[in-house]
């Protein structure tokens, strides 16, 4: 795929680049000898020691959980790159206001959990009266906390180093590898996130509500946003957008509508299958080729009810606030080895050839 894939360096043009700078306290201090009551320990090349909590870990969720919001976010709007994401420059302002929105919250929590840090600590170390001592010979300050909590990001352009006394300082600049490796970047993040709408929301599913549209609207809007970064990436854009044109206005998505979405999904998480139907539309071939590919046979989707499966599709919700990757409980105990049926492709009699992906 790195074959086909080159993102031309006049992409910086349209790109700012975000590197999220976001610090929490873990709460942890490493564990010594004197916290054993002297026993003997094996010599450090041999063993060390772990880690105490010295404050209640629930209390700190917080701010784990507005960190992992943050990056979900830029990963929805831009692709990684070098420490952090690249954005397309026309949405800068919309990406900024959501990261003002989560630091505030942050900072809100932060302010919070200081307020409370001194009455916190006594409730932690009375639950662990045992080993009270352990803990109160490791507590830090407010102050100190306070310091070691925070949220930023820095936006910037990015351009390229285009002259330099040393001459191997611009051979060696190393920014031209970065960008030509965009779009292979951009495509894999793109399978990843199909591979995880399929285990949330289609695997084993014979009918979905609406809610199950979200994620890939989601993708496309993150491809419409990033489409100058490679010309492959416009007619993946293309194909979600006349695929979720067929669905219907209202109501449950079952049957031949249920299976395109489907068959979608598994495209979208093969990259390499994924590029070569994108380079038949450069050629020419509209998007509606590769969606009546994926129904041509009429099968439907793998027998597994709705009700076996736990929920409708898989979302109940949630889809858009979820962060840790975490399974929702209505996916767990469905049929994890289903895969669409996907139909025999008919050979186009033009010649077109468009790979199977493993799936017909």
């Not at 600590?121 to 662990?128: D, P, Q, R």
């Amino acid at each position: 795929m790195n074959n086909i894939l080159h993102s031309d360096i006049q992409i910086l043009d349209n790109l700012l680049a975000v590197n999220l700078d976001i610090s929490l306290w873990s709460a942890r201090k490493k564990m010594t000898p004197e916290d054993l009551g002297g026993a003997e320990l094996p010599p450090e090349d041999l063993a060390s020691l772990g880690s105490k909590r010295v404050a209640d870990p629930e209390s700190l969720r917080i701010f784990s959980t507005l960190k992992s919001r943050a990056f979900t976010f830029l990963d929805r709007h831009g692709v990684r790159f070098m420490s952090g994401w690249a954005i397309p420059e026309e949405k800068a302002g919309d990406i900024v206001a959501e990261l003002i929105s989560i630091r505030d919250e942050f900072r809100a929590a932060k302010e919070d959990f200081l307020a409370a840090y001194d009455t916190s600590l006594e409730a932690w170390i009375a639950k662990h009266q045992e080993w009270a001592s352990i803990i109160r010979n490791s507590v830090v300050s407010s102050d100190y906390v306070r310091g070691r909590m925070g949220f930023r990001w820095q936006l910037y352009k990015v351009a390229p180093l285009e002259s330099h006394a040393d001459e191997n300082a611009v051979l060696e600049a190393g920014l031209a590898d970065e960008v030509t490796g965009l779009g292979g970047t951009l495509f894999s993040e793109v399978a990843k996130s199909a591979q995880e709408i399929w285990r949330r929301v289609y695997m084993g599913k014979t009918e979905v509500t609406h809610k199950a549209l979200s994620p890939l609207r989601t993708l496309h809007g993150k491809l419409v946003g990033l489409s100058f970064v490679e010309p492959h990436v416009a007619p993946v854009a293309d194909i979600i957008k006349a695929a979720l044109g067929r669905m219907p206005a209202k109501g449950t998505i079952t049957g031949t509508d249920l299976l395109l979405l489907q068959g979608l999904v598994c495209l979208l998480s093969d990259s390499k299958a994924l590029v070569l139907h994108a380079q038949k539309l450069i050629e020419g071939y509209g998007p509606a080729t590769v969606l009546d590919a994926l129904l041509a046979g009429g099968q439907t989707a793998p027998a597994t009810s709705s009700s076996e499966s736990g929920g409708v599709d898989g979302i109940d919700g949630q889809e858009e606030s979820r962060t840790d990757g975490s399974q929702p409980e209505d996916n767990k105990g469905s049929d994890s080895d289903a895969e669409p049926v996907l139909p025999e492709l008919p050979v186009p009699a033009n010649g077109m050839d468009i790979p199977s992906m493993g799936l017909w």
